[in-house]
C-alpha cells in the first residue's frame, strides 16, 4: 500500500510536468511556422538598427552625447523593440485567438490545464526576445563596433526586468480583450506608446528634460535608461530597476485578477 501510495504521488506530481513539456512542444512547432511573428521578433530589430547605423552622421561621436554616437544609443533601443513586439504584438493574439475559438475552454476539461498553454507561450516569447536582443548585441558590435556592455550584471538584470514587464503587459492585454479584434487594437495602442518610451523615436537620453522625466516612469522608459547605463559601464540606477519591478508587479496582478479562460 505505501509502495502504491508512493507512486501515485509520484505520478501526480511528474504528470504536470510531462504535460506541460508537451504543450511547450507543440506551442514550439506552432510559434516556428509563423513567418511573420519570427520576422518582426527576431529579424526587424536588428533590420532597423542596421539601416540606422548605415546613416553616416550615426556612425560619428556627438560632443551632445557626452562623445558617444547616435547607433550606441540605438543599440538598447533596438533590444527593447524585440521585447515590445514579442509582448505586445505576437503573444496576445495568440492566447485572445485560443480563448475565442474555445481551445482554453477544451483544455479546462483535461488533465492539461490552460495555465500550461499560457506559461508555454510566456517562454517561448521571452525566449525569443531574449534571442534577438542577442542578435542586436552581436551585429551591433561586428558591423559598426558598438561596445559590449561595460556593467554586464546590470544590463542582464535589466534586460530580465524588461521582459518580465513587457509579457506581464502582453498577459493583461490578454486579459481585457475578448477577441482578437480587440487584441489587436488594444495591444497596438499601448505597442505605439512603449515605442515611443522606450526610444524607438527619439533616444529617450536626447528628450527635453520634462519629457524624459515623465517618460523614465514607464516600464520602457525606465528600461532604456537602465540599459544605456549599464552599456556604459555603470549599474543601472535603482529607481529604473524599481519601476521595471513595480509595473510588472501590478500588471501581472491585474491581468491575474481580470484573466478569463472563456
Excluded at 488533465?111 to 510566456?122: G, N, T
Excluded at 550584471?153 to 534586460?159: K, N, S, T, V
Aim: charge should be positive; charged fraction near 10%.
Amino acid at each position: 500500500m505505501a509502495t502504491a501510495n508512493t507512486l501515485t504521488g509520484h505520478e501526480s506530481r511528474t504528470a504536470p510536468a510531462g504535460a506541460w513539456l508537451a504543450v511547450l512542444r507543440s506551442e514550439t512547432r506552432l510559434f516556428l511556422r509563423e513567418p511573420g511573428s519570427l520576422f518582426w521578433i527576431l529579424v526587424f530589430p536588428t533590420a532597423l538598427m542596421t539601416i540606422l547605423g548605415l546613416i553616416p552622421s550615426f556612425r560619428h561621436p556627438d560632443h551632445a552625447l557626452g562623445g558617444r554616437r547616435v547607433i550606441d544609443l540605438y543599440v538598447p533601443v533596438s533590444v527593447l523593440l524585440a521585447m515590445i513586439m514579442a509582448g505586445l504584438q505576437a503573444m496576445p493574439p495568440v492566447l485572445t485567438g485560443y480563448r475565442e475559438r474555445g481551445i482554453l475552454r477544451r483544455m479546462s476539461t483535461t488533465p492539461v490545464r490552460p495555465s500550461a498553454l499560457l506559461s508555454a507561450q510566456i517562454a517561448l516569447h521571452g525566449t525569443a526576445a531574449a534571442g534577438s536582443a542577442l542578435l542586436v548585441m552581436a551585429a551591433g558590435r561586428i558591423a559598426f563596433d558598438v561596445p559590449l556592455p561595460g556593467q554586464p550584471f546590470g544590463y542582464l538584470l535589466a534586460l530580465l526586468l524588461a521582459v518580465a514587464s513587457v509579457l506581464a503587459l502582453g498577459g493583461l492585454v490578454c486579459a481585457v480583450s475578448r477577441t482578437t479584434k480587440v487584441s489587436a487594437a488594444v495591444g497596438s495602442v499601448v505597442y505605439l506608446v512603449m515605442m515611443f518610451t522606450a526610444g524607438v523615436w527619439v533616444p529617450v537620453q536626447t528628450m527635453p528634460d520634462t519629457l524624459r522625466r515623465i517618460v523614465q516612469v514607464t516600464p520602457f522608459g525606465a528600461a532604456s535608461q537602465a540599459l544605456d547605463r549599464a552599456a556604459s559601464g555603470s549599474w543601472p540606477s535603482w529607481a529604473y530597476l524599481g519601476v521595471m519591478a513595480l509595473w510588472t508587479v501590478l500588471a501581472a496582478g491585474v491581468a491575474i485578477r481580470t484573466f478569463r479562460w472563456e
